[in-house]
């Protein structure tokens, strides 16, 4: 009670409100949990930990480099339509830009070098046989997808 004789029901009701807010964000599913991943061609040489390997393929999906490293294998990046949950969350946890930002990079690579942004692909299958037939291909999948993945075909890293 407080000094006037009542519950302080109020303040109470806000703390425990706080609580609760803060621990179904701690619990809540996300794509923190690393839902994605991004694939290559077995025949990629590349191993890299986590973190240098996302900075190589911000690097090559964005043609800020042509080569993967310590090779002479060319990088072919395959990306998903805007709308796709891999290419969404691509772009906010690997790239770290949002679709304006984005959209403006490959407007000033256009006018500069005449480079266009990854090739879109709609269906996983048809991201995964691409990636086959290309030693220096990499695409994002669904980390549901990375269960069976298709001979030829290995994961550089989950986000």
Known sequence: MNQLGRPQRK?????????CLILSSLYSPSFAEESFAVVINIS??????RHNAISVITRLYLKKGKMWPDSDITCRAFDRYATS???KQFVEHI???NEG????????????????SPRKIKTTR??????QKN???FGIVNRKETVDLPKGI???FYF
């Open 85 to 87: 949950a891999e290419h």
């Open 11 to 19: 303040s109470s009701i806000i703390l425990l409100s706080m609580i």
């Open 126 to 131: 048809i991201l995964l046989k691409l990636i």
């Open 154 to 156: 290995r994961v550089l």
């Open 95 to 97: 790239l770290q830009m």
């Open 135 to 137: 030693p220096g291909a």
């Open 101 to 116: 930002r984005l959209s403006e990079h490959w407007a000033k690579m256009k006018q500069l070098r005449g480079d266009t």
């Open 44 to 49: 990629n040489p590349f191993k890299s930990q």
